[in-house]
Each structure stands twice: as structure tokens, then as C-alpha cells.
């Protein structure tokens, strides 16, 4: 946020129930960061707000209870974070803008999931990198496989994760493994 404080009070109504108290929210992309990160958030919690963190729906953070009047402070050790996760901000120091598109969410993916047909954090990276920050409340959510972890259907605009099955006759020996395989990991595309 990089408006003055005399507006920030002004408008303390639409940010918290408590006035003059607003919160930071802390975007990652496709819910996947380092671990050094948290001790910052922690940090910041405890120093400027009321000393806890919400774990937002869109994969984010949120530290309630900061003081208008810190959070400039905030915003600069904010900036290692904003930094580390690749957030596109239009002044370095400032944090970022928090209205427009929501955080771009993402299932664990093929970094963890035996399910999934993609990378889903690196997809939701760059198209972060590619959409964001804007002033359309926009939702969108990546998904590696059709059991649809993170319910793109419900989302804006979603990607599932799909395979297209290819058979190699040379390589069938009609055991069905298969169509076993594919009822249990896929859309069940396969029949015998």
C-alpha cells in the first residue's frame, strides 16, 4: 500500500473492524514457497500486528492488527518476501497493490502429487508474472489432474491437468493394467 496515512484512516471502515488497524496480505503464487519466509511473516506478525497469521483461502497470508502508521515499515520487510516469491510490484519498498486479481492458486502438482500431469506451482508462476497486478477481481486456479484438488470449475478461469491416452500396439499383452491404472489415476478413458 503506498497512500498516506490521512487516507488510510479515512477509509479504516472498509479494511478492519477496528479503526485505524488494517492487515497485509502476502500473495504465493500457486501456494508453494520457501520456509525462510515464514519466520519474516512470523516477525512481522508479532512486531506490528496482533501477533497472528490467517491463512487465506486464496493461498496467501494475512497479518491482521498492523497500525496504519507501520505500515511502511511492514511493507519494506516485506520486500525479501516479495522479492523471493517473483510478485511483480510497481515500486521496490512499497509493497504491492492488494485490489484487482486474487492470487493465483494452485494443487500441490507433479512436484508432489503421483496424480498430476503438470507442474502447477511453475504454470501459476508465470501467469502471475504475466497478469498481475491489474484491477480486475479475477479468480484463477490450476489443477494437475481430474480429481480437481483446487475446484477450478469454480474459479474464473481454471486449467485441470489431463492426459491423452496413447496406445502402443507392439507393447499389449491384454492384461488390462492399463484400463486398471487409468480408472484409478485418470478420467477412466480407457475400456478393455
Same mark, same amino acid.
Given at each position: 500500500?503506498?497512500?498516506?496515512?490521512?487516507?488510510?484512516?479515512?477509509? =479504516?471502515?472498509?479494511?478492519?473492524? &477496528?479503526?485505524?488497524?488494517?492487515?497485509?496480505?502476502?500473495?504465493? @503464487?500457486?501456494?508453494?514457497?520457501?520456509?525462510?519466509?515464514?519466520?519474516?511473516?512470523?516477525?512481522?506478525?508479532?512486531?506490528?500486528?496482533?501477533?497472528?497469521?490467517?491463512?487465506?483461502?486464496?493461498?496467501?497470508? &494475512?497479518?491482521?492488527?498492523?497500525?496504519?502508521?507501520?505500515?511502511?515499515?511492514?511493507?519494506?520487510?516485506?520486500?525479501?518476501?516479495?522479492?523471493?516469491?517473483?510478485?511483480?510490484?510497481?515500486?521496490?519498498?512499497?509493497?504491492?497493490?492488494?485490489?484487482?486479481?486474487?492470487?493465483?492458486?494452485?494443487?500441490?502438482?507433479?512436484?508432489?502429487?503421483?496424480?498430476?500431469?503438470?507442474?502447477?506451482?511453475?504454470? =501459476?508462476?508465470?501467469? &502471475?508474472?504475466?497478469?498481475?497486478?491489474?484491477?480486475?477481481?479475477?479468480?484463477?486456479?490450476?489443477?494437475?489432474? @481430474?480429481?480437481?484438488?483446487?475446484?477450478?470449475?469454480?474459479?474464473?478461469?481454471?486449467?485441470?491437468?489431463?492426459?491423452?491416452?496413447?496406445?502402443?500396439?507392439?507393447?499389449?499383452?491384454?492384461?488390462?493394467?492399463?484400463?486398471?491404472?487409468?480408472?484409478?489415476?485418470?478420467?477412466?478413458?480407457?475400456?478393455?
Amino acid at each position: 500500500m503506498d497512500i498516506d496515512t490521512k487516507t488510510l484512516k479515512k477509509n =479504516a471502515f472498509r479494511v478492519t473492524k &477496528e479503526r485505524g488497524l488494517t492487515a497485509s496480505r502476502i500473495r504465493v @503464487p500457486g501456494g508453494h514457497m520457501d520456509a525462510k519466509y515464514l519466520s519474516m511473516i512470523q516477525t512481522i506478525a508479532e512486531t506490528y500486528g496482533n501477533g497472528t497469521v490467517h491463512i487465506t483461502s486464496r493461498q496467501g497470508f &494475512e497479518l491482521p492488527g498492523i497500525r496504519f502508521e507501520d505500515m511502511r515499515q511492514v511493507n519494506e520487510m516485506l520486500q525479501p518476501l516479495i522479492e523471493g516469491l517473483g510478485i511483480n510490484q510497481t515500486q521496490e519498498g512499497k509493497g504491492y497493490p492488494a485490489s484487482g486479481t486474487r492470487n493465483v492458486t494452485a494443487c500441490v502438482g507433479s512436484r508432489v502429487c503421483p496424480y498430476a500431469c503438470y507442474d502447477t506451482t511453475e504454470f =501459476a508462476q508465470r501467469i &502471475e508474472k504475466a497478469i498481475y497486478p491489474n484491477d480486475l477481481h479475477f479468480k484463477i486456479a490450476l489443477t494437475g489432474c @481430474p480429481n480437481d484438488c483446487a475446484k477450478v470449475r469454480m474459479h474464473d478461469f481454471g486449467i485441470m491437468g489431463m492426459t491423452e491416452p496413447h496406445l502402443e500396439p507392439e507393447r499389449c499383452v491384454s492384461c488390462g493394467a492399463c484400463v486398471k491404472f487409468c480408472k484409478k489415476k485418470s478420467a477412466g478413458a480407457l475400456h478393455c
